[in-house]
């Protein structure tokens, strides 16, 4: 069984840094996309960076490039989310997104608070 599961998150004052980790299990470590979504409070879910395993490929938002950094652990199975000069515009609960041989997969989400 394929899991996901993130911790990290939290409240932190604006300009403040935070980093996410999604500990993912249950399947191979071959071919897949793994990333981050969030989703604010009253909007929709959104992504907001991933990185491709088979070539390393990332991908961010424009909301947050320049600002967080998505990187992988692979011996630990862990992608992190770095998330640097934080603004309260960044509050939402964090989603760990999996995409591996057509099939998708989420955790339960982290939230993170950020305070002016």
């Known amino acids: 069984e394929v899991q996901l599961v993130e911790s990290g998150g939290g409240l932190v004052e604006a300009g403040g840094s935070l980093r996410l980790s999604c500990a993912a299990s249950g399947f191979t470590f071959d071919e897949y996309a793994i990333g981050w979504f969030r989703q604010a409070p009253g909007k929709e879910r959104e992504g907001i960076s991933c990185?491709?395993?088979?070539?390393?490929?990332?991908y961010y938002d424009d909301s947050v490039k320049a600002r967080f950094t998505i990187s992988t652990d692979n011996a630990k199975n862990t992608v992190y989310l770095q998330m640097n000069s934080l603004k309260p515009e960044d509050t939402a609960v964090y989603y760990c997104?999996?995409?591996?041989?057509?099939?998708?997969?989420w955790g339960k989400g982290t939230p993170v608070t950020v305070s002016s």
């Open positions: 997104n999996l995409h591996r041989h057509g099939s998708e997969y």
């Open positions: 990185i491709s395993r088979s070539d390393g490929t990332t």
